[in-house]
């Protein structure tokens, strides 16, 4: 079984919708320890999307400005990480790895996380 880290971009084959009702091939962010990863099946991880055109304080954007840390995510486009769109996915599943989010970015997007549980 592959260990994956906290701050890696992979890529899942069948990412849920919000609706439930279809899967696609996503990106998305694991969240979840790297204490917890090394001991359960499944990984903690938040959806990212492409769909940047919203003002919400539960997303963290991935802005494409051709920096090397932007090309470290192995993202194409400009991103949003949707902090609420949260789900368990079995580690065996995971198609890929794209790449790591820059420790800025993760350490806000905890902080965003943070603020949905209410600590």
């Not at 890529?11 to 279809?22: E, N, Y």
């Not at 996503?26 to 959806?47: E, M, Q």
């Not at 932007?70 to 486009?77: A, D, I, P, R, S």
């Not at 996915?89 to 996380?113: C, S």
Request: charged letters at 20%; aromatic letters at 8%.
């Amino acid at each position: 079984m592959a260990h994956f880290r906290q701050g890696q971009i992979v890529l899942v084959p069948h990412a849920p919708f919000s609706d439930q009702i279809g899967t696609k091939a996503r990106p998305a962010l694991i969240i979840s320890g790297d204490g917890f990863n090394a001991a359960h099946t499944d990984v903690i991880c938040v959806a990212i999307s492409s769909r940047v055109d919203r003002d919400d304080a539960y997303r963290v954007d991935v802005v494409r400005d051709g920096s090397v840390e932007f090309t470290k995510t192995g993202l194409q486009v400009t991103s949003s990480i949707k902090c609420w769109a949260i789900f368990a996915y079995q580690a065996d599943l995971i198609q890929r790895e794209l790449g790591q989010l820059p420790p800025k970015l993760l350490k806000d997007t905890l902080a965003v996380l943070s603020g949905i549980f209410g600590y």
